[in-house]
């Protein structure tokens, strides 16, 4: 597992030796990967105006992840039935290198390779300018988000719940799917078919006594139509006359009679609605999944760029002479960025002050 850190170092007047100088120190113990992070220069205007754009910028860095992790669970809730594929669809675009335009490379390429968009981000306007058309972006996504999940939350809700009736047991399974009309007696003045609940060691027990638990049972009226590890659900015939009767004699020998009505209009209603949630499902995952792998790939990325610019503003501010409100050009530093491992964590700050002493940065 990798950590990135985007470090502002002090600059010389052309500002190539920051790396240099980090990569000396840093490869002796293979302290970490280092590699450049371009930053272009902005339109900085007064000192006022970046303590301002900086709060906004931390909030913003804040929102964006937020909305990045957002993303990434509903990739991973989309793809439920394929979840060893998540990582691959958490893509970024290529980048601006014109043989990369057209791919899609993995996020920690993308990061190492970063380059500023200047068509979508220009930065020649005003630093505000520039903040705001991202945070409009984000804005938009997350609206666009909440919109589309919402809708395929609420069916994938409404379907997991049908499947979990489906699942549960035999008291209160749904029983749509298991049972058919050859399995009652329907339409009798006189007869009625009852569903009863046979724990699986009373089969026998339940084969030998059924029709003797009360007057008027239709002899080998009895059929096992579904079981789980349970039990099973076994059909009789019987008089209506004596279903009381009946109901209670099964209680005393550990038979439980399910209430249950055979209507054919519901249960085809129930499978109808069954198979149309299912094909809906099927219908909105494909663009679902494509908006959210294109929109989270457009979301990281304005988040590396917010970044960038959060290392910029703090680098000027950081460097800004004390009485000065009006900043004509920015301040001179080197953005680098240190990808290191987990182990390498506790190491590297201690290489910091070696490089920059105090007052330097």
């Known amino acids: 597992m990798s950590e990135f850190w985007l470090i502002s170092a002090p600059g010389d007047k052309e500002n190539l030796h920051a790396l240099e100088r980090l990569n000396t120190v840093t490869s002796k113990s293979n302290l970490s990967y280092n590699t450049k992070f371009a930053i272009p220069d902005f339109k900085v205007g007064t000192l006022d105006s970046l303590v301002g754009l900086s709060d906004e910028l931390g909030k913003l860095d804040t929102f964006a992840e937020s909305l990045i992790k957002r993303m990434a669970q509903s990739v991973v809730e989309v793809m439920e039935d394929a979840k060893g594929k998540v990582q691959e669809n958490l893509l970024a675009n290529g980048g601006l290198k014109e ?3 057209c791919l899609k490379i993995d996020l920690t390429s993308f990061v190492t390779h970063f380059e500023w968009d200047m068509a979508k981000y220009p930065a020649k306007q005003p630093l505000p300018s520039v903040v705001d058309t991202l945070a409009k972006q984000l804005a938009q996504i997350e609206t666009d988000l909440k919109g589309r999940t919402a809708a395929y939350s609420t069916l994938k809700a409404t379907l997991d719940s049908l499947n979990q009736k489906a699942k549960a047991n035999l008291f209160t399974r749904t029983l749509s799917d298991i049972v058919n009309k050859d399995d009652f007696v329907l339409d009798s003045e006189y007869l009625v078919t009852l569903l009863v609940i046979v724990p699986t060691q009373n089969y026998i ?3 030998k006594t059924y029709e003797s638990l009360s007057d008027m049972v239709v002899p080998r009226s009895t059929k096992l139509i579904f079981e789980d590890k349970e039990g099973g659900l076994f059909t009789v015939t019987l008089f209506r006359k004596v279903i009381d009767d009946f109901k209670a004699r099964a209680k005393e020998n550990k038979f439980t009679v399910r209430e249950f009505y055979y209507d054919e209009k519901e249960i085809t209603r129930e499978r109808e609605e069954m198979t149309r949630l299912l094909s809906a499902k099927k219908q909105q ?10 929109n989270f790939s457009e979301a ?3 988040w590396v760029h917010i970044k960038a ?19 004509d050009k920015p301040a001179g530093f080197q953005s680098v960025l240190w990808v290191r491992t987990v182990r390498q964590i506790a190491c590297l700050p201690h290489a910091l002050p070696t490089l920059w002493p105090p007052g330097l940065g």
Do not use: C, D, H
Not at 285 to 294: A, C, D, E, N, Q
Not at 309 to 327: A, H, P
């Open 99 to 101: 043989k990369m335009k």
């Open 205 to 207: 027990q339940w084969q």
């Open 285 to 294: 995952y494909g663009p679902l999944l494509r908006w959210l792998k294109v």
């Open 300 to 302: 990281f990325i304005a």
């Open 309 to 327: 610019l959060r290392v910029f503003v703090e680098s000027v501010l950081r460097n800004s002479g004390e009485g000065t409100n009006k900043l």
